[in-house]
């Protein structure tokens, strides 16, 4: 016979577990497009993600225009992916590819998570 404090493990382990399986919301492309920008104290980066699935963007570091670049972005399980054509300061090799997972997908901001473990707010230009 099951006691009263076995019978509430019981079910605080099955909600845990239905909780574990529940999947986030897809994110799709059509969410994300749009022009999108991340600041902090030294460098801004800027997106501009088409429906079509180009995007353009540039990085600025220290105020100063390093970066102008043009490609192709998809989502997938997750995780957005960029595969570079073209970078106008020749810092970003043509074909060059990178993924960023993603965390949180609101209307009007994003939050990724880089490679190396570093996370960054993109927030819409309207």
Not at 12 to 20: E, I, N, Q
Not at 72 to 96: H, K
């Amino acid at each position: 016979m099951f006691s009263f404090s076995r019978m509430k493990a019981v079910v605080a382990l099955t909600f845990c577990l239905m909780a574990s399986c529940a999947a986030p919301p897809r994110t799709t492309q059509k969410q994300l497009a749009g022009e999108w920008r991340y600041t902090d104290k030294i460098q801004s980066c800027r997106y501009v993600f088409k429906k079509d699935g180009s995007f353009s963007g540039d990085v600025t570091y220290h105020q100063k225009l390093i970066s102008k670049f043009i490609g192709r972005w998809s989502v997938q399980d997750g995780t957005l992916l960029y595969n570079y054509t073209s970078d106008a300061f020749e810092r970003i090799p043509a074909g060059a590819t990178d993924r960023d997972k993603l965390l949180v997908v609101q209307r009007d901001s994003f939050t990724i998570e880089a490679a190396d473990g570093s996370q960054r707010k993109y927030s819409r230009i309207r």
